[in-house]
């Protein structure tokens, strides 16, 4: 249980950005396993994909940049409200934003909703402690907020976003870089087994500091979601590890 009664239970979620805007009864996995559904990153206005999309490997994981591609949070609404309000899981709605009042001007459209959990906040790769606080009171209302922090900079940003009012921290992925073919230097998100021993620790660290943290990064066994539940974790998210049908 989390605090403003955001319930996860069982207490397991995807990660945004790895099913989709709305829950699909022909996904692979079985939904019943999830609390909570997550969606898609979502934006005030239509987000292009990047210009140099990338997939990369690497030993122990892969490096992803696309953009965060979406149509924007009114053709979302559109297109994916009576999905939500129809789903047997309740929803936790990704925000991605740059500022305040952009983060605002999405809550507002989604108070009305039906069926959500709450929002999930992504923050920007290069927010501190001032931005993070600003668009997690931005976003404050009617339902929980969870700020979801750059699992490398999590323990940095943690007591800004709870001291805002984030009701809990969920982990996004790292950022890293790779050479790719053609020897060009490329910039984007790390996903993989070998990132669960840095997630596990900032489990631990943020739990110790009675932070209430959502556990994430390189999950891909059932044992590795146990461990974080045991060492404090309020819920675990799964993310590429739901692109192979789960574990």
Not at 73 to 91: F, M, N, Q, T
Not at 131 to 149: F, I, K, M
Request: aromatic fraction near 6%; proline fraction near 9%.
């Amino acid at each position: 249980m989390f605090k403003y009664d955001l319930s996860v239970d069982p207490p397991l979620m995807n990660a945004a950005g790895s099913l989709g805007f709305a829950p699909d009864p022909r996904a692979p996995l079985d939904l019943s396993l999830l609390g909570a559904f997550v969606t898609n990153p979502i934006s005030l206005t239509l987000r292009t994909p990047a210009q140099e999309r990338a997939c990369l490997p690497y030993p122990g994981g892969f490096l992803l940049h696309t953009g965060y591609p979406n149509p924007g949070i009114r053709a979302i609404l559109r297109r994916c409200a009576a999905r939500w309000e129809r789903s047997v899981r309740p929803i936790l709605v990704h925000i991605l934003a740059q500022h305040g009042d952009e983060v605002f001007k999405i809550v507002q459209q989604l108070e009305k909703l039906d069926n959500l959990a709450g929002v999930e906040l992504g923050m920007p790769p290069e927010a501190g402690p001032d931005l993070v606080a600003e668009l997690v009171s931005a976003a404050l209302g009617e339902r929980p907020v969870v700020a979801r922090l750059p699992l490398e900079r999590a323990l940095e940003l943690a007591s800004a976003a709870v001291g805002a009012g984030a009701a809990a921290l969920s982990l996004g992925a790292p950022r890293g870089a790779l050479l790719d073919e053609s020897g060009k230097l490329v910039h984007g998100r790390l996903y993989g087994p070998s990132l669960f021993p840095l997630s596990l620790e900032t489990v631990q660290r943020l739990a110790r500091l009675d932070m209430p943290v959502i556990g994430a990064g390189g999950v891909y066994q059932s044992q590795q979601v146990e461990a974080m539940l045991r060492l404090g974790a309020v819920a675990v998210q799964l993310d590429a590890v739901l692109w192979r049908g789960g574990f």
